[in-house]
């Protein structure tokens, strides 16, 4: 049967008509055109200072405001010099050429006049010395963090002949950090198009359709990194290095699964439409409200986020949403009038052409589900066993936060010098907590810091560089014993904040850097009790909208719950015992599972749909094979596609990202190969059609089983 025309195919026709197919693609080139110079300017838009991370009503986002009436905000840069055996008078005057030096330098915000030390670990025989360098972190401190430490380095070297020499605390740290996003849009630009091209390559068999996927992918990149930099310049939209990042990945993996899950279905109705512009609209038609359902998911999930109380997780969502949004667009309208204009050839060498078998009919898939139809239920029960099992590796995850210690793949200077300065000096020493309270009360609240076990009690003063506050204030820091970033330092922060804000009318608050990580802690943990459910309600809601039945989509969210438990316990035993990782950020959890169940509903929205198009002709449980075969293969692949580029975070040298990656990859892997096409499938084929509930499809007869029946034509309607 052949259908000319694009009359009653919706507003497909003004996507891929004759004519229309030109006038988009007119206009995605003018986008581009205007887009372009914009998206190469986001790294410049990006802001990575701690207010773009911490949560707005934190005690440390309020000390680290008012600390700037005292004086710039700025953070110290540590040079540590080390000798096991004992510093040498020769030692010892390099340190003193190397600090009249360090008091110099005023480039890339170094506040070298306020240069404090050396401090030796010890009066007589000292084995290390300390020089603190402030460095002002105004608006673009982010921006030149890594240059100062750079022109630090050309004065004290990095040592030899058995002395150490390192530059540690918050601003070596900070300039490692720097370093390590440096350059992270090309990396995972780079890292996910080699990915998308090798699955694509295995997935097409042909090197020519690759490119207009590729193609689609970056034009949507593109624009959505212009939005956002706009968004970003006029808007007071917040952008960091991670939620760059994330964006590259998002666009990649999901355009690319929307094109899949599109063309298998365009290819489908080549076979039966000589006219590729009628088969394309039919596409457009059929498939298009599955794709923008999940799309719509992935948007309004991520939009969820800005409930957050992290910043950075609130300035996630947006980011996130827009890039979606921008590659459904351009997978929904660039990539199918593309599609047309390069007619058939595209799909050189397995061109399809009119009448030719759909392979999906006798396929892996189709014979997978005719055996599944035989025992439904033990087929889902072991699978849901087996996920519960791999569930229990849970037990392991250690989501309470990475030292910075251990929040590098590698080992950069700055950790290895903090593990030498630990050595010599308190633990917490260059990143101090910072404690402001009313002048009036300054002495009992500084009585009662200096009197709170973890704090040096000695350490207790006003920084150099400070100016007299305006408003009856006094700022001035402490010294703790135990590593800044440690578990110890948080509970002596909880400590320190208990004692001053018992003195009568101080109004004292604690900063500092420990207690900023004190209050992520916590931002995150009542993000994680918040966004979770909320995500999970509106990807049910939109299930129920979709399917217009109840059980369906809460077996669906039920699948993707268990889904999410099985990658999480899978991953946490491999960071503990393959990668030997020492934990997981607090964040974790919250990231894994909103990609998770976002993307990987995707999945189950194309399978459960088309399942749906075939219960209302054939029956439930035939029409669940039928669906399982039409869709096994590209969906399959759009997960093989969906994991490697979300793998593509791996090459960030942060275990944070490689975390991620990991999780999400293995996650989406779990449910394409076995929560989509055995679990659920199983579950439907049990259920019958009860699972349409209470739509008038939950009464209908479902017919011969699909085991007896004959092999499903998969090729009369697409997925």
């Known amino acids: 049967m052949t259908e000319t025309g694009t009359k009653g195919r919706g507003i497909a026709h003004l996507v891929c008509g004759r004519r229309a197919k030109w006038v988009v693609l007119v206009l995605w080139l003018v986008a581009l055109f205007l887009t372009a110079p914009f998206a190469q300017k986001l790294t410049d838009a990006q802001d990575n200072d701690a207010a773009s991370w911490l949560p707005g009503s934190a005690e440390s986002t309020q000390v680290l405001e008012i600390s700037e009436d005292f004086r710039p905000e700025q953070i110290p840069a540590i040079v540590v010099y080390a000798r096991e055996s004992g510093l040498t008078a020769q030692d010892r005057a390099q340190i003193a050429e190397d600090t009249a030096e360090l008091k110099q330098l005023t480039a890339h915000g170094i506040r070298g006049a306020e240069t404090r030390g050396p401090v030796y670990d010890r009066p007589d025989d000292p084995r290390a010395a300390q020089?603190?360098?402030?460095?002002?972190?105004?608006?673009?401190?982010?921006?030149?963090?890594?240059?100062?430490?750079?022109?630090?380095?050309?004065?004290?070297?990095?040592?030899?002949?058995?002395?150490?020499?390192?530059?540690?605390?918050?601003?070596?740290?900070?300039?490692?950090?720097?370093?390590?996003?440096?350059?992270?849009?090309?990396?995972?630009?780079?890292?996910?198009?080699?990915?998308?091209?090798?699955?694509?390559?295995?997935?097409?068999?042909?090197?020519?359709?690759?490119?207009?996927?590729?193609?689609?992918?970056?034009?949507?990149?593109?624009?959505?990194?212009?939005?956002?930099?706009?968004?970003?310049?006029?808007?007071?939209?917040?952008?960091?290095?991670?939620?760059?990042?994330?964006?590259?990945?998002?666009?990649?993996?999901a355009g690319t699964d929307y094109a899949l899950l599109l063309v298998a279905r365009y290819r489908e109705e080549l076979r039966r439409h000589e006219d590729r512009h009628e088969a394309m609209a039919l596409a457009l038609h059929r498939a298009g409200p599955a794709v923008l359902a999940s799309g719509a998911t992935v948007v309004l999930s991520m939009l969820v986020l800005l409930v957050a109380e992290m910043n950075s997780t609130s300035g996630l969502g947006p980011v996130a949403a827009i890039g979606v949004a921008v590659a459904l667009l351009a997978m929904m309208t660039l990539f199918p009038a593309l599609l047309v204009v390069f007619g058939r050839w595209i799909f050189w060498p397995a061109i399809p052409h009119l009448g030719t078998e759909n392979p999906a009919d006798t396929g892996l898939w189709a014979?997978?589900?005719?055996?599944?139809?035989?025992?439904?239920?033990?087929?889902?029960?072991?699978?849901?066993?087996?996920?519960?099992?791999?569930?229990?590796?849970?037990?392991?995850?250690?989501?309470?936060?990475?030292?910075?210690?251990?929040?590098?793949?590698?080992?950069?200077?700055?950790?290895?010098?903090?593990?030498?300065?630990?050595?010599?000096?308190?633990?917490?020493?260059?990143?101090?907590?910072?404690?402001?309270?009313?002048?009036?009360?300054?002495?009992?609240?500084?009585?009662?810091?200096?009197?709170?076990?973890?704090?040096?009690?000695?350490?207790?003063?006003?920084?150099?560089?400070?100016?007299?506050?305006?408003?009856?204030?006094?700022?001035?820091?402490?010294?703790?014993?135990?590593?800044?970033?440690?578990?110890?330092?948080?509970?002596?922060?909880?400590?320190?904040?208990?004692?001053?804000?018992?003195?009568?009318?101080?109004?004292?608050?604690?900063?500092?850097?420990?207690?900023?990580?004190?209050?992520?802690?916590?931002?995150?943990?009542?993000?994680?009790?918040?966004?979770?459910?909320?995500?999970?309600?509106?990807?049910?809601?939109?299930?129920?909208?979709?399917?217009?039945?109840?059980?369906?989509?809460?077996?669906?969210?039920?699948?993707?719950?268990?889904?999410?438990?099985?990658?999480?316990?899978?991953?946490?035993?491999?960071?503990?015992?393959?990668?030997?990782?020492?934990?997981?950020?607090?964040?974790?959890?919250?990231?894994?599972?909103?990609?998770?169940?976002?993307?990987?509903?995707?999945?189950?929205?194309?399978?459960?749909?088309?399942?749906?198009?075939?219960?209302?002709?054939q029956g439930t449980r035939k029409g669940v094979v039928t669906g399982l075969a039409a869709t096994g293969s590209v969906i399959t692949s759009a997960g093989l596609v969906l994991a490697g580029t979300f793998a593509a975070l791996g090459t960030l040298p942060m275990v944070a990202f490689a975390e991620i990656g990991f999780a999400v990859a293995l996650g989406v892997l779990l449910d394409t190969f076995i929560v989509r096409s055995v679990l659920v499938t199983a579950l439907f084929l049990d259920v019958g059609p009860k699972v349409w509930w209470p739509h008038r499809l939950a009464r209908e007869d479902g017919g011969a089983p699909p085991a007896e029946a004959e092999p499903a034509r998969v090729g009369q309607a697409g997925g």
């Open 131 to 253: 020089v603190l360098v402030p460095i002002t972190m105004d608006e673009k401190g982010w921006e030149r963090i890594a240059p100062a430490v750079d022109s630090m380095r050309e004065i004290v070297g990095e040592g030899g002949d058995g002395l150490a020499v390192h530059i540690t605390g918050p601003g070596g740290t900070s300039a490692d950090f720097s370093e390590a996003f440096e350059g992270i849009d090309s990396t995972l630009l780079i890292s996910a198009m080699a990915v998308v091209i090798v699955m694509l390559l295995i997935t097409y068999r042909s090197p020519t359709l690759l490119l207009v996927p590729l193609l689609s992918v970056i034009a949507a990149l593109f624009t959505a990194q212009a939005l956002i930099y706009l968004l970003a310049e006029h808007a007071g939209l917040t952008v960091n290095g991670q939620s760059a990042g994330i964006l590259t990945v998002l666009v990649f993996g």
């Open 367 to 617: 014979r997978m589900g005719r055996r599944f139809a035989v025992r439904p239920r033990m087929v889902w029960g072991v699978t849901a066993l087996a996920l519960a099992v791999c569930s229990l590796g849970l037990i392991q995850l250690r989501a309470e936060g990475i030292s910075n210690a251990d929040a590098f793949t590698g080992e950069p200077d700055s950790v290895v010098g903090q593990e030498i300065s630990a050595q010599y000096f308190p633990a917490g020493s260059g990143d101090p907590l910072v404690i402001v309270s009313n002048q009036a009360q300054a002495r009992q609240v500084g009585e009662a810091v200096a009197g709170t076990a973890g704090v040096v009690p000695e350490s207790l003063g006003l920084p150099p560089g400070t100016k007299p506050s305006f408003e009856g204030k006094v700022l001035f820091e402490a010294t703790m014993t135990a590593p800044a970033d440690s578990e110890a330092a948080k509970q002596t922060v909880e400590r320190v904040r208990d004692a001053v804000h018992a003195v009568p009318d101080a109004d004292a608050q604690v900063g500092g850097g420990t207690a900023a990580l004190l209050d992520m802690d916590k931002a995150t943990t009542h993000d994680n009790l918040l966004i979770i459910p909320l995500v999970l309600i509106v990807v049910l809601l939109i299930l129920c909208g979709l399917l217009r039945a109840l059980v369906a989509p809460l077996l669906l969210v039920g699948t993707v719950i268990l889904s999410f438990a099985a990658a999480l316990g899978i991953s946490a035993l491999a960071f503990r015992y393959v990668f030997d990782y020492a934990g997981e950020s607090t964040d974790f959890p919250l990231f894994v599972f909103v990609f998770l169940v976002a993307l990987g509903i995707d999945y189950n929205i194309f399978l459960t749909t088309r399942i749906r198009e075939e219960a209302a002709r």
